[in-house]
């Protein structure tokens, strides 16, 4: 037997958390059975935690997190042997799949990847599915020719998980970091982790008529979308890229093809769902590599199961500040 954190939907369809006793045939079927050690809180942990279970969940009962770091205890897939330490994000697992937030988990081991040399299973939780997306962001932005000394390159929503890590990623490789935030009581947090800029959030967030700005960023890694994202392509450097990973801002994108044409920005969409598995490597172990473990504690807070309820409707109010590590057995 073991503990989770089980969702379950009433007659009425709503869904809510409670800490259970399950047995490992309670568990779907896949190849890799694994003891879970860490999980994370992310913004689609937040919404699979809602009484709606915000249209990620498929159905019920329900073991929400989307990534998860442990040691392998049964394989019936020859890459993975008992013993192994391994980590976990992406591919709907805490959606359509039962996730981390279960001292066991069952997956496809092609959802796998090694935990890299130099990382403990915490830390792996501390970089978690956030910092694997910011890592995937700074190295297409590194794909597409960004470099130190091109000029500030612009982190938005950077307070947040994905956010966080990268403004620690990329002054840790030298560049200047310029932090968007909204809320003023982060910045000496954003400093410590490498910013050398704050910039106020509402300086981007107004609209304006004019579609190309003063060139002022030579790389960004966008959090938020929406408006926001659509006022930083009027400002970047010819040839600059903005690599995307979030839609908090929403989907929409009221911009014009004039920063394309005239300036050559390049817009990179950053999907850490399903990314190949020498991509998942190669930033796993960028990671490891790039990332200063100092700062990465700096950005940490640890929880239980039995937080979650409270952390997943924090995270959606946007109260939820740098990494949440959930230690699933405390």
């Not at 958390?17 to 896949?30: I, N, R």
């Not at 279970?53 to 929400?64: S, T």
């Not at 579609?211 to 959090?223: F, N, R």
Request: aromatic share 6%; glycine share 12%; proline share 5%.
């Amino acid at each position: 037997m073991f503990n989770a954190l089980v969702m379950s939907q009433d007659d009425e369809g709503t869904a809510s958390p409670e800490v259970k006793s399950l047995a490992l045939s309670d568990l779907p079927e896949a190849e890799v059975t694994v003891a879970v050690e860490y999980s994370t809180v992310n913004y689609k942990d937040g919404l699979c935690l809602s009484p709606k279970g915000g249209g990620l969940v498929r159905k019920y009962p329900h073991v929400p997190g989307i990534d998860f770091a442990g040691t392998v205890e049964e394989s019936s897939d020859d890459r993975y042997k008992p013993g192994d330490k391994v980590v976990l994000t992406g591919w709907r697992v805490g959606e359509a799949h039962w996730g981390g937030y279960a001292q066991k988990a069952r997956v496809k081991a092609d959802w796998l990847v090694p935990l890299p040399e130099g990382l403990s299973t915490s830390q792996a939780m501390a970089v978690g599915t956030a910092g694997f997306t910011a890592m995937l962001a700074v190295m297409a932005l590194e794909d597409h020719g960004l470099k130190t000394g091109h000029g500030p390159v612009l982190v938005t929503g950077a307070a947040g998980g994905v956010g966080s890590v990268a403004t620690a990623i990329l002054a840790n490789l030298g560049h200047e970091v310029a932090a968007v935030t909204g809320r003023p009581e982060t910045a000496d947090y954003l400093r410590s982790l490498g910013a050398t800029q704050i910039v106020p959030r509402e300086d981007l967030a107004e609209t304006t008529k004019r579609p190309l700005e003063s060139e002022t960023w030579a790389g960004c890694v966008d959090a938020v979308g929406g408006a926001m994202l659509a006022r930083v392509l009027g400002q970047m450097k010819y040839g600059a890229s903005v690599a995307a990973v979030g839609l908090a801002g929403g989907a929409a994108l009221p911009a014009t093809v004039v920063p394309f044409l005239l300036r050559g920005v390049n817009l990179l969409g950053i999907d850490s769902v399903m990314q190949p598995y020498d991509n998942r490597v190669r930033a796993w172990q960028r990671i490891a590599k790039d990332l200063p473990m100092d700062k990465l504690d700096a950005m940490v807070q640890p929880a239980t199961l039995s937080d979650l309820p409270k952390l997943g409707a924090d995270i959606l109010k946007g109260q939820v500040k740098g990494r949440v590590v959930v230690d699933v057995n405390g």
